[in-house]
């Protein structure tokens, strides 16, 4: 497997420590690699536990920077509730 294939960039995962925007890191999961690891995560402004992220930076091996993330799929079955 080749190094692109290890960047965690564009992954999507979930927080499971809470990020306080510019005050601090929290921690993400995300599926890589065959398993599930766990990196720190940074992000412009605060986020919960359980928020879907996506990984849109890395600033070194385990510390990556992180966005709300809305899987599309889930929007569109959203609509459906709208109704």
């Known amino acids: ?3 692109a294939h290890d960047s965690p960039i564009g992954l999507a995962g979930h ?3 809470p990020t306080r925007g510019p005050n601090g890191p ?5 599926r890589i690699r065959g398993g599930t690891e766990t990196f ?3 992000s412009a402004d605060p ?8 990984v849109i930076s ?5 510390t990556v920077i ?7 799929v889930d ?8 109704t």
């Open 26 to 30: 929290g921690e993400v999961e995300l």
């Open 47 to 54: 986020l919960p536990s359980g928020q879907a992220v996506i």
């Open 40 to 42: 720190i995560a940074k």
């Open 15 to 17: 927080i499971t420590t």
């Open 58 to 62: 890395t600033l070194g091996p385990r």
């Open 75 to 82: 929007s569109l079955l959203n609509l459906d509730s709208d």
């Open 1 to 3: 497997m080749s190094a």
């Open 66 to 72: 992180v966005a709300p993330w809305m899987d599309p």
